[in-house]
């Protein structure tokens, strides 16, 4: 328990400081770039922890981790701002006639070149530092879906021995039988699972269509045979139908900690049964898990030629938003693809692009209230999904980060006062206004509503976290 407790920390600040550091860094490198004095560059917000002045500016680390900013010369009344909660605030608050003399007054910059202060930079340089912050963040997811394709290849089924036939489906229709080992499509020979699909499914075709009908030789009790496969698109799921899995029991990835790794399950084993029934694919071992929340659950596998069977304890987890299921927590197995780096660079672009469109989906699906409340998870259930993702593997939290990442990416650019997209709205305003800036007055007051606003948010968020996580 301590050790998967710390395990959760170290995953959780790794996630946070990452993303956070990376995006400040954007704002940060594009004030050097344009001149611009950068007076503070924390990490976190609320009471500064420890500081030191490197030239110019000071480095900070905040004891709130939720956040950070830099604090730059020429912002006026938005630096006070910025200070709320360090300690540091004023005597009077902002938006009263005292608090509004106090803050400009407090941020005169007499010493520092007024070509070096924010508000006077041309507007496609503040713009530019504004979103500097956001586009950083889907670098640093562009980054990491890169680097772990090229470092780490592609994952495989490196089977074609067909462990299920969905019931009408085109497969059924074609004849495909259990046990059938897929030798070739339209006569070109086939030795990994993606192999068989890609050839079935152009990948051309699949956005597009259609698909023609192909010629898949099996070997079915020491004879070839040629089985003609029309696969369907499901225009309701936007899916296309094949109706095959791969004979696929053999154990993968075992997380740490969890239920098959406490039941004695390893890299390598071949799953037989899985209560007291037989098993041919990971689809089948799931439905009997996922079927079982809380449960004893009766295992055997082949070790090496030697049989052993083991019970392990289901867990109830959370599978969708909203359902539950059991969970023993361990992949099927994969082989790999190694890839060039140009390539890499491609799928890179796609899996980036991939997760914006899902992320999208899912805030549109939130809004028009497909989602319920479930799906929002605040920093208990970020914490605890990035410890989970470590139990599984560093690759795991690597790609848990690229997609809180892009979360960061496109939240910050929502147009609310005090995120980055706030600013760029009051920049916009500013040129159509024919370059007369947003009254301070307003920016702050406008601000400060975005910043209770969003304190609310997250206190309301952090409730429903602990509600989540202890069920109470």
């Not at 010493?111 to 340089?125: E, G, M, T, V």
């Not at 490196?158 to 059938?180: L, S, W």
């Not at 029934?277 to 929340?293: E, M, Y």
Request: proline share 6%.
């Amino acid at each position: 328990m301590t050790s998967n407790l710390l395990l959760t920390l170290f995953a959780f600040l790794l996630t946070l400081g990452l993303v956070v550091i990376v995006h400040e860094l954007g704002h940060f490198l594009f004030c050097k770039i344009f001149g611009v004095y950068v007076k503070t560059f924390s990490i976190g917000i609320g009471p500064k922890v420890l500081r030191r002045r490197w030239g110019e500016t000071e480095y900070v680390i905040s004891a709130v981790p939720f956040g950070g900013y830099v604090k730059m010369a020429g912002e006026g009344v938005m630096e006070e701002i910025q200070d709320t909660g360090t300690w540091e605030e004023r005597k009077y608050p902002l938006g009263t006639l005292e608090g509004n003399a106090e803050a400009a007054a407090a941020s005169q910059d007499e010493d520092i070149p007024s070509h070096r202060l924010f508000n006077l930079r041309p507007a496609w340089q503040r713009m530019l530092v504004f979103v500097a912050g956001p586009l950083f963040n889907l670098v640093l997811s562009y980054v990491i879906y890169t680097g772990l394709i090229a470092v780490g290849g592609l994952p495989t089924v490196p089977f074609t021995t067909v462990g299920e036939v969905r019931e009408e489906t085109p497969a059924a229709t074609a004849g495909f039988e259990v046990g059938d080992l897929v030798l070739a499509v339209e006569g070109v020979p086939v030795a990994t699972w993606g192999e068989m699909v890609d050839l079935i499914i152009p990948p051309e075709n699949r956005d597009h269509g259609p698909t023609p009908p192909v010629t898949v030789t099996v070997e079915r009790e020491g004879a070839p045979q040629d089985l003609t496969l029309a696969p369907a698109f499901d225009a309701e799921g936007d899916y296309w139908s094949v109706g095959l899995q791969a004979w696929n029991t053999t154990v993968g990835l075992v997380q740490r900690g969890g239920p098959a790794d406490r039941v004695g399950l390893q890299r390598g084993d071949v799953i037989t049964t899985v209560a007291g029934q037989t098993v041919t694919s990971f689809g089948a071992i799931a439905a009997r898990v996922n079927a079982r929340p809380g449960e004893d659950l009766e295992l055997v596998w082949q070790r090496d030629g030697v049989e052993m069977t083991g019970t392990a304890q289901v867990e109830s987890a959370e599978i969708m938003p909203g359902e539950i299921g059991g969970r023993i927590f361990f992949e099927p197995f994969y082989g790999t693809e190694r890839v060039g780096f140009g390539r890499a660079l491609k799928l890179g672009h796609e899996r980036t692009m991939g997760t914006i469109r899902i992320t999208v989906d899912t805030l549109s699906d939130f809004v028009r209230r497909k989602l319920g409340l479930d799906a929002v998870g605040g920093p208990l259930r970020i914490g605890q999904a990035a410890g989970e993702m470590l139990r599984w593997s560093f690759s795991h939290l690597m790609l848990f980060i690229a997609f809180f990442s892009i979360n960061l990416f496109l939240l910050n650019l929502m147009p609310i006062p005090v995120l980055d997209g706030g600013h760029v709205l009051f920049l916009l305003v500013e040129i159509a206004r024919g370059g007369k800036p947003v009254p301070e007055r307003m920016q702050a007051i406008a601000t400060q509503m975005g910043l209770i606003i969003l304190l609310l948010f997250m206190t309301f968020v952090v409730v429903l976290d602990v509600w989540k996580v202890t069920g109470h």
